[in-house]
């Protein structure tokens, strides 16, 4: 079976709770054979335009000489669910690529209500381990074109079946991502087929899911940086 090349579209630097500077983590998963990843550090109105223009300077050097597909992102973390679509929308005017919402996890105390506005925000591209979401929420989702994350990271991976049976429900597209902090969070294609089809996806979805939903994706995210 073809797994295609891995795609991490969840991952931290130092500039919020990650171990690594931006270009080791590039470096590292382009010596492990990655595609592209996105850097996608927490942040909120504190440190938002830092975050995101340093990611999106790191990204222009790394995309101009090295092979990997580097995304600057952001993940929103905790924030008023009232601000998300203002803090995703300013995001993207700084120059992200991709904007998270670090979602409704079991093992976080994250405002209920976060998962609704994440999935109404035009501006939101990846639900981040959104371990209540709801079924009508995640149609309003698949609707707008979103992708729900199924997680790697322990303790929020709880909730990974709840995710993919809704997400099957509905039509929501799904991706495995890492959560990635340190180096030992890289996972192979091996490892993320796995991952998906412990949440209980059936072999054509789970590959779907770690090798057709990601390069559907960077083509999105392609199409958007040449308007």
Known sequence: MELGKRCDFHMHSILSDGELITSEIARRAEALGHQA??????????????????????ARDINSF?????????????????????????????????????????????????????????????L?????????????????GKYAEITARAGHNRANPHVARVCT???????????????????????????ATDAGMEPRLALMTIKDNPRDLLAQVEIHSRR
């Open 37 to 58: 990843i996105a850097i996608t550090d927490h942040a909120d109105k504190t440190n938002l335009k830092s975050a995101v223009c340093g990611l999106v300077a790191a």
């Open 66 to 126: 090295w092979e990997i597909k580097m995304l600057a992102g952001v993940e929103l973390t905790h924030v008023p669910y009232q601000t998300i679509n203002e803090l995703a929308r300013t995001a993207k005017e700084f120059g992200a690529n991709i904007v998270l919402v670090h979602g409704e996890t079991p093992a976080e105390p994250v405002l209920p209500g976060t998962n609704a506005a994440a999935v109404r925000s035009r501006y939101v591209d990846i």
């Open 128 to 144: 981040a381990h959104p371990g209540q979401l709801s079924q009508a929420d995640a149609m309003i989702a698949a609707d707008s």
């Open 169 to 195: 429900e509905v039509g929501l597209k799904m991706l495995v991502n890492t959560d990635f902090h340190q180096p030992e969070d890289f996972i192979t294609q091996e490892r993320a087929l796995q991952i």
